[in-house]
C-alpha cells in the first residue's frame, strides 16, 4: 500500500464540548483539508445511528450491509452476524454495539479516510476510535479488550495495515452537567448514552485513553469550558506543532 502523505487530525469529547464546531473552523483554516464524520451515515454508521437514536431501521439498509465485506477474515461473518441480530429484531449487546463501530470505522477507512490521505489531503475526524473505547467503557466493557479486538479486526484487512492511527487526537474535556446543559439548551433529541451517569464514565474513559501514547502519535487534552475563540487558538498551536515535528 502507498505510504500516507496527509495529515490525520482526530478530534474527541463528550457531547456539546464544541469539537464539532472546532472541526468546522479547521476546515476553513486548513489548506487541503477535508471534514470525516463518525459514526458515518453509510450502512454500517447509518445501523448505529438509527439504533442509538431509537429510530427503525430500513430493511433495505441491513440487507447492503450484508453484502459488504472487505477482506475474507473472520471479522466480516461476525458482523454479518450482528447485522442479522437487527433484522430479526434480537438484543444487541454493549459489545456487539461497539464492534458495529469499528465496522464502520474500517468501511470509512477504505472508502473514504485512506484515499484522502493518500492524495495528500488533511483529514479532520470528528469522532474516532477512543470513541469506541470511552463509550463502551460507560457500557462496562473493558478498554483493553476492546483495543485487543480493534486490533485484532484490522491486522486481518490487508487493505488498511496500520495506517488507521491518527497523527493528532486532541480530546475537549468538559464537566458533565455543563454537557448536559448544552445537550438540552440545544433541543436535540439525546441518544442512549446522553444521560448523566454514561457521561460520567465517558468522560473518565478519555481522560483515561489521554494517557495512553500506544493509541496515537500524540494526544493532548483541552479545556472545552472557555471561549471558542480561546479553544481555536490552542488547537491551532497543538497542530501546527505536532504536524510539523
Known sequence: MESRRGKF?????????????QAKLLLER???????????????????RAYIERQP??????E???????????FWPFIHHIINQFKLKLHIGEIELQILYIADRMYDLEMNILPALAAGKTIIQDRYFFSTFAFGYSSGLEMDKLWKIHQEAFAANPNIGNFWKPDLTV??????EVSMARQN??????DIFEVPKRLEKI????????KRSDLSTGISVINADQPPEKITQQLEELIKYQTTA
Open 57 to 62: 431501521i430500513p430493511a433495505e439498509l441491513l
Open 30 to 48: 486548513l489548506p487541503n483539508a477535508v471534514l470525516n464524520v463518525e459514526p458515518t451515515k453509510a450502512l454500517f454508521g447509518a445501523v448505529i
Open 9 to 21: 487530525i482526530v478530534l474527541e469529547g463528550l457531547p456539546g464540548c464544541g469539537k464539532s464546531t
Open 203 to 210: 468522560r473518565e474513559g478519555y481522560l483515561q485513553l489521554s
Open 171 to 176: 480530546i475537549f474535556d468538559l464537566d458533565t
Open 64 to 74: 447492503q450491509c450484508l453484502k459488504y465485506k472487505s477482506s475474507e477474515n473472520d
Open 185 to 190: 439548551a440545544s433541543g436535540k433529541v439525546l
